[in-house]
T-cell receptor
C-alpha cells in the first residue's frame, strides 16, 4: 500500500514569499501531523490534524498554518518566509483518533525547503 | 517544562558490538517513540512504548516509567544500522517532544 506522500520534495523560495506543502496520508489514516527539522533545533512538532480539526499545535509563530481536507490530505502554509525557515518539513500519518496513536506514526520523506 | 535528553550524541562501533542509546525525559509521559533516520531524511518509526519492553529483530526498546528513562539496544550491530536514532516523548499534554538524536556509525 502507498506510504505517506509529500510534495514537492524540494523547493527554493525567496524571503518574503509564501509556500504551501502537501501531505497525503496512508489510506485510512485520519491523523496528520507536521514537523520541522533543522540542524540547529532538530525535530520540532508543528501541528496535528484529525478529521479536519487541529487538535494540537507546537510553539511556532502564526506564519505557520495548516489545514486538513475531508479526504485527510493536509497542507501546511508558511507566509512571509524567513531565512530561518529553511528546513526539512516532515509529515506523518497515523490510524485512529487516539493520542498517542496505538500503532505509531508513518512518516513521509519530507519536503526540503530552502529560503534564499 | 517538557524536556527530552538523549545520549550519547555520537556513537561509533565495530560490526557485531552491542549498542545502547539512552533517552531521559523530565516529567510524565503517555508514550515514547524511537525513530530511525537514514541519510536523505527518511524517518522510520521503530517502536512506540508506554511500559516494559519491546523487541523487533535485533532491536530492543525498554522504558522505566519511575526513572523516566528509556533505552534502545541493538544487538550484533551491522553497518546497515548506521543512522540517526531519535527518541520522542508524548507528554500528557499530547505534545511530541524530540530528543536531539544519536548518530550511530557501525564499521565493518
Amino acid at each position: 500500500k502507498a506510504g505517506v506522500t509529500q510534495t514537492p520534495r524540494y523547493l527554493i523560495k525567496t524571503r518574503g514569499q509564501q509556500v504551501t506543502l502537501s501531505c497525503s496520508p496512508i489510506s485510512g489514516h485520519r491523523s496528520v501531523s507536521w514537523y520541522q527539522q533543522t540542524p540547529g533545533q532538530g525535530l520540532q512538532f508543528l501541528f496535528e490534524y484529525f478529521s479536519e480539526t487541529q487538535r494540537n499545535k507546537g510553539n511556532f509563530p502564526g506564519r505557520f498554518s495548516g489545514r486538513q481536507f475531508s479526504n485527510s490530505r493536509s497542507e501546511m502554509n508558511v507566509s512571509t518566509l524567513e531565512l530561518g525557515d529553511s528546513a526539512l518539513y516532515l509529515c506523518a500519518s497515523s490510524f485512529g483518533s487516539r493520542l498517542p496513536p496505538s500503532y505509531g506514526y508513518t512518516f513521509g520523506s519530507g519536503t526540503r525547503l530552502t529560503v534564499v | 517544562k517538557n524536556e527530552v535528553e538523549q545520549s550519547p550524541q555520537n556513537l561509533t562501533a565495530q560490526e557485531g558490538e552491542f549498542i545502547t542509546i539512552n533517552c531521559s525525559y523530565s516529567v510524565g509521559i503517555s508514550a515514547l517513540h524511537w525513530l530511525q533516520q537514514h541519510p536523505g531524511g527518511g524517518i522510520v518509526s521503530l517502536f512506540m512504548l508506554s511500559s516494559g519492553k519491546k523487541k523487533h529483530g535485533r532491536l530492543i526498546a525498554t522504558i522505566n516509567i519511575q526513572e523516566k528513562h528509556s533505552s534502545l539496544h541493538i544487538t550484533a550491530s551491522h553497518p546497515r544500522d548506521s543512522a540517526v536514532y531519535i527518541c520522542a516523548a508524548v507528554f500528557n499534554t499530547d505534545k511530541l517532544i524530540f530528543g536531539t538524536g544519536t548518530r550511530l556509525q557501525v564499521f565493518p
